[in-house]
């Protein structure tokens, strides 16, 4: 992308963040992933998420739009039912969070009750410290597989590979601090509209939450993600606590 836009281009991340799925992914398999989270409002699915403990999800900041339960233990939203969905009890946002383009996209779901770990449901560990540019990644979630296309009802993951941050930095003009960037900007895989808030998986691990990309043609750009490590203390504080 030529530099001259980068500076426009940012300016419009909070619309195109919301408008941005899992490009060019396949199914996932019914054993796996069983943490993925869809997030929902009272007209259906909005975002991803993953269920980090027994009574908490982790999505993005800027998912917090009239949600007001979650979905877990399916890969299909059309199979869904009262044992599936489970309100959400309080919302942890980030209190530096203001919007996409300024960072610290990410928001805790305290859920109305513990749920049972089994074959269908479990929880996804969080790093222990930062990335390695050659950690093997996946991106999931119930978004568009095209790029302006409609979200989809079974769940779909793509590999994605890290994008240096100095590179993304160059890309971008300007990004956020506390970052991610995988996927996008020289392949044809990433996520797009709908996929926003769930994880980016590197060796079994949650290591990022879906923030932002660009629309139009894609993949111009790397995608962005928040980087989880950067919050663990935060992340402690609320779930950590009695």
């Not at 399916?74 to 980030?94: A, P, R």
């Amino acid at each position: 992308m030529h530099p001259l836009h980068t500076c426009l281009l940012f300016h419009l991340l909070m619309y195109l963040g919301r408008s941005a799925a899992t490009i060019n992914g396949e199914l996932a398999p019914e054993n796996s992933m069983l943490y993925m989270a869809s997030v929902q409002n009272s007209k259906g699915h909005l975002c991803g998420g993953f269920l980090i403990s027994e009574d908490f999800v982790l999505t993005a900041a800027y998912c917090d739009d009239g949600i007001t339960h979650v979905v877990l233990g399916t890969h299909n939203l059309k199979s869904v039912n009262d044992d599936n969905k489970i309100s959400i009890k309080e919302k942890y946002k980030h209190e530096s969070y203001e919007k996409v383009t300024t960072g610290n996209d990410i928001m805790l779901l305290k859920l109305s009750k513990k749920v049972s770990l089994n074959g269908r449901v479990q929880t996804i560990p969080l790093p222990t410290s930062g990335m390695n540019n050659q950690d093997d990644c996946q991106v999931a979630g119930w978004g568009a597989i095209e790029t302006d296309g409609p979200a989809v009802d079974d769940l779909r993951v793509v590999d994605v590979s890290i994008i240096n941050l100095e590179v993304c930095t160059q890309v971008w003009g300007r990004l956020p601090d506390n970052v991610i960037c995988a996927g996008g900007y020289g392949t044809d895989k990433g996520f797009c509209r709908g996929d926003g808030g769930g994880p980016l998986v590197c060796n079994g691990k949650a290591v990022g939450v879906v923030s932002f990309n660009i629309g139009g043609k894609y993949p111009d750009v790397p995608n962005v993600y928040t980087d989880v490590s950067k919050y663990l203390p935060w992340i402690c504080s609320i779930i950590c606590s009695p």
